[in-house]
């Protein structure tokens, strides 16, 4: 068994939300940066300040060979084609497609000429990891900067050549055009020759939302035939001469130690034993089956583990201080005091259960050694980091490890880390081949890691004119994402305290602000019930932030908020803030006598500032409430002693095609912002709105995700 | 074992109860078909055993010695998409889209068995396909479409 799997999940769900910092670290030499772009004009992305490179013949030897760091950089060839380079990996949330939107947006040019060279670490650069919405406000924006300082410079080339002023001159369909005398000439032509390296330009002017003509349009996904007629190849779908089939040896239960192990070994398959790590390499899956099943090993197991039973308890009793990073929470004034003079004070607890994140193509690595330096395919939102886990696994320099990310069976913040990816290199490293390694729908379940289970302690006050003098807020071990309350409230102590967690447990779809928005919305209705308030209106009434306001009116007037309520029907309204997003969810529920609850519908409005693909957004907007309504009504990992026991889809409930109510989403496209990222803020608000409705129901306050696993209230 | 997939023979040695997504897979490369699951119970690896929706991660080689096995690569005649691929690329419905196989071919063989079906049906019918994106709604309207389209 490999140790690894026993640590703590190395990145926290708050601190893998900083890419900015991180990104920093790596550089690179301005030399082999060269090297790597190869010729044409070539915008970058500096953090530091690099004009005097511009100065520069970029053939000029330097004997200091600065060191410069670079986050992404176009490429405008000599036959106009142009390339985007990033260390962003596409997951199933469209951003090939996005990004190549704002590429040709800002250059002009049509979609197909622009192509994206993805998660490569030999050719991108350095990048933190696709995650925490930061694709479209990051990386976005700096490709808008970069190509708009591309589009300039191939102007600035084009005056130079004719001997003219800029004014004169506009690019359009990849050429570049004088508007005297209609001369024109293509951005190839322009390049030819040249090897122009230039950092993005500040003062580059980048096209206004309200002037988009190929970004805010939907265009269908990049190479969507290649996946609908299953050409498109994963990374569990390689195949290379002489390539093994992997399998690995996995403990039974969490925190075992290997005692023993008896291995009758079979010819042709290679075996590789590294302390509690044992792997078999075989030519084909039945041979690499039973040379597993040929393995008699003898655990220790780890006995008094807590389960599902008792995880709250648990999780309250070992917490540890606070947190000490920025998802710490805050206090201001005085919560006591303001409990004291509340009108009515409510107290509740709030119980959220560990889920997983089930994408449907498990880890999948393909490792290949040669001449001692690793290469290895897989299928990871972080790129990077798993290079780096390779690196310290294996002692090996940077150079001497390529991580590349073909398009990847989904993530949604579940493959931060490199598991399959260093067992599939150990194994090729041993077998002289490359070996594919990827894992079953079990071991995903059991070994890779969890979104957190938590408890969420809320006391709070309201005052008869719909006031909240007091708002105590402490999350044991969910994390600290969405922690913080956009609601006016003078005193208020809100913290975060992490907890020893059984499970292995990192980032998932919208992080914690699953777990710390379902309490607080909860709670919200929870006291404009006590008022006698509307939600909506008591809402609204605490908020300052318009854009909020905007959201929640937005979708109480498409759900028809006041209208009339069938008899057992039930009307819910939450919202949240998440990852420069907005949303207001709405949802209507119906209880039969026998406490069967059905969702019959929900409607959403997320502001997600100016839209770049309004299909593909709200494609995503329905992937995060679809998958909401599964941790909101039955997604729940069960175990006890170290085990997992609902490790398989026939076990674990995912959401399904009967499990969808009605659903409409309502876009609202803000082209006065900027572009958010939308792939998390749009599951926070689905349960919290589902819970609601069904306090307007039946009275009854389901305070636990999952609320109702098997249907009905209990 | 002489196996018949996409109008062609194939012609290999393997244990008969391998289950058949692994031969289609490894030994036939034809890696359209996606493992999800292990027990039926997503869909992903569907294809048509005889026109019927089979799960082939469940399904021992053996049991389809003779009959006719398509897969998603055998869908597309004289470079042409099925009506149902072409429904789906119109309305772009997937996101990662590895979960595309199996619903295409799940959808074909609904169509080709109840060409009316009726949106329940359908619901009901392709609830053993999942989508964890989260696509259903799309997935439904791509649906809808093939069979105006048929």
Redesign the interface.
Known sequence: MDKRSYTPHPFEPTKSELPPEAARHTKTNRRSFLKRTGGGLVVFFAFNDLFSYSNESPAASTTADPVIGVDAWIRIGQDGKITVYTGKVE????IRTSLSQIVAEELMVPVSVVSMIMGDTDLVPYDAGTFGSRTTPQMGTQLHKAAATAREALIAMAAKKWNTGTADLKTENGMVLSKRDNKKISYGELTRGNQLLMPVSEKAKVIAATDWKIAGK?I??IN??S????????V??M?MPGML?GKVLRAPSYKAKLLEVNILKIPGVTYVQDGDFIGVAAP???TARKAMQAIKAKWHEEAGQPSDKNIFDWLFTHASGPHDDRNAGDTQGNVENGLSHADFKLASTYNIQYIAH?????RAAVAQWEDGKLTVWTGTQRPFGVQQELMDVFNLPKEKVRVLVP????G?GGKHSGEAAIEAAKLAKEAKKPVKL?W???EEFTWAYFRPGGVIEVNAGVNKDGSIPAWKFINYNSGGAGLETQYKISNRRIAYLPSDTPLKQGSYRGLAATANVFARECHMTDLARLIHMDPLEFRVKNLEDTRFIDVLQAAAKAFNWTGPKSNGHGYGIAGGFEKGGYVGCCAEVMVTNNKEVKVIRIVQAFDCGAIINP??LE??A??????GLGGALFEAIEFADGKIHNA???SYR?????D?PA?EIVLLDRKDKPSAGAGEACIVGVAPAIRNAIVDATGVALNHLPMIPAGRLI | MILNVNGERHELT??PE?ELL?VL???L???????????G??G?CTVLVNDQPARSCVTPVSAVIGKDVT???G??KNGE?HAV?KA??AT??????????GV?MSATALLKNNPAASEDEI??T???????????????KAIKMAQLNK
């Open positions: 997951v199933g949330q469209n939907t269908a996904k969507e035939q996946f609908i007629t299953g050409k498109h190849e994963y569990s779908d195949k089939y084909d899956i039945p089930v994408p449907l193509e498990p398009d990847t069976g989904s949604y990827v079953t729908r079990e299909h593909h494609n995503q329905m992937g995060s409430i679809v998958q398989g889809l026939s995912v959401p399904r095609f009967t969808v659903i | 393997v244990d391998v692994t897979r490894d030994y490369h034809l890696t359209g078909s996606k493992y999800g699951c292990g027990e119970a997503c992903a897969t998603i690569e869908l597309e998409l691929q789906f690329l772009d419905a997937f996101q990662c889209s590895y979960c595309a196989s295409i619901i009901k392709m609830n053993g396909n999942v989508c964890r994106c989260g696509t259903y709604p799309y997935i439904l």
